[in-house]
């Protein structure tokens, strides 16, 4: 269900990146000036999988989950009472299943869509649930890889409780300027190698780090701590060596490639892993 809910295809997103290649600009996600032949000095991968006597030891993915399980009917609500009331004030008829994470539709003017407005709520919801777009600019319009965000952005009610988005070790639980309180997960994939997911802004931490966590276990709430302007839950997937973890925020000097490389898109990671029960070894 899961799978089919996801429309962007990996043909797009090639498309897409083939289309800001053949530019030949890569497209830079910071201020620095761009480098001739900056992909071709990406260093090499260091995703290597986990051996099977640690994979053993290490609490099993089992399969993705998105971290929250509906989300509130942001494109119905009219006020600025009813969309800034918190997870425990909303009503059940509040919510609509997650929206799909489709490029077309997110990229589709806003200021369109309000024309109409009554016949375009799914779509009005989709784009301010998923505020920020995979390597997108804060630009409700935007898409991916047009600016320097890694990961992706989800509106969500202040208190909303955070679900894991795998199987795994929770690696870091800290809180800094930028991203407030933060947690990032680790997950180790057989065959795959190993992910962290990271989840900020939020309001409170509800595991320590060190501790095992099933797919989709409460592991803290939405809130609006470190650099942020309303409640909402960064979600972020980077790849790396097993037991470390480089973050990619505050976002460096990434080309769009780069970016490809060390990080994923979290949403479409989720739905593509959440199919398959990944067996421990
Ligand atoms: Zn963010």
Do not use: C
């Amino acid at each position: 269900m899961r799978r089919e809910s996801v429309p962007v295809s990996e043909e797009a997103r090639q498309a897409q990146l083939e289309r800001l290649r053949r530019k030949s600009v890569a497209v830079r996600i910071s201020a620095h000036p761009v480098t001739k032949g900056a992909s071709s000095r990406i260093p090499p991968i260091h995703f290597a999988p986990p051996n099977q006597r640690e994979l053993a030891r290490f609490p099993s993915f089992e399969y993705a989950v998105h971290p929250v399980q509906q989300i509130p009917n942001w494109g119905a609500m009219r006020t600025p009472t009813e969309w800034n009331r918190q997870y425990g004030n909303m009503a059940n008829a509040d919510y609509v299943k997650v929206p799909n994470y489709d490029s077309e539709t997110l990229t589709i003017p806003m200021s369109s869509l309000l024309k109409n407005r009554e016949q375009h709520i799914p779509e009005i919801t989709a784009k301010l649930y998923y505020s920020t777009r995979h390597f997108g600019t804060y630009d409700l319009d935007a898409g991916e890889f047009t600016g320097s965000h890694p990961g992706v952005d989800l509106k969500l009610p202040k208190g909303t409780p955070i679900g894991s988005a795998g199987g795994g070790r929770v690696l870091t639980v800290e809180q800094d300027q930028n991203m407030g309180i933060y947690i990032i997960v680790e997950h180790r994939i057989e065959s795959e190698g190993t992910y962290y997911s990271l989840y900020g802004h939020l309001g409170e931490a509800l595991v320590q780090e060190g501790r095992a966590v099933k797919p989709g276990q409460i592991i803290g709430t939405v809130g609006m701590t470190g650099k942020t302007t309303a409640p909402h839950l960064h979600f972020q997937i980077d790849k790396g060596v097993t037991g470390q973890h480089k973050r990619f925020w505050p976002p460096k000097a990434l080309t769009a490639s780069e970016a490809e490389h060390y990080t994923v898109n979290p949403i479409t990671f989720t739905a593509q892993h959440s199919a398959t029960r990944y067996a421990r070894l």
